[in-house]
Nanobody, 120 residues
Framework: QVQLVESGGGLVQAGGSLRLSCTASGSIFRSAVIGWYRQAPGKQRDMVAVITSGGITRYTDDVKGRFTISRDNAKNTASLQMNLLKPEDTAVYYC??????????????WGQGTQVTVSS
């Protein structure tokens, strides 16, 4: 029943900013680990940023200092603020949530993805 929906993608020039949002249909963010992933054409889906239920964050080296992940558990929403965007950031961005409220291993949910295109 839980669904994740991403929004905020679009076309932006290099050096610009975008803010992506991920909203869950169910109340799972209190105990869930939230991650943003991206997949460029011809490449695998890679982790961009992760935030735990306690607010601990982790980023891939390519986006450190430019991207910021955050969450609002009361709204079941997570965001990815992307600044100083580069053409190589162009990809489909996906939201992922792993809910540990019921099982030790967690239940994984994925959003449908939102396109981010950065022009040079």
């Amino acid at each position: 029943q839980v669904q994740l929906v991403e929004s905020g993608g679009g076309l932006v020039q290099a050096g610009g900013s975008l803010r992506l949002s991920c909203t869950a249909s169910g109340s799972i963010f209190r105990s869930a680990v939230i991650g943003w992933y991206r997949q460029a054409p011809g490449k695998q889906r890679d982790m961009v940023a992760v935030i735990t239920s306690g607010g601990i964050t982790r980023y891939t080296d390519d986006v450190k200092g430019r991207f910021t992940i955050s969450r609002d558990n009361a709204k079941n929403t997570a965001s990815l603020q992307m600044n100083l965007l580069k053409p190589e950031d162009t990809a489909v961005y996906y939201c992922k949530a792993v809910d540990f409220s019921k099982t030790t291993d967690g239940q994984t949910y994925w959003g449908q993805g939102t396109q981010v295109t950065v022009s040079s």
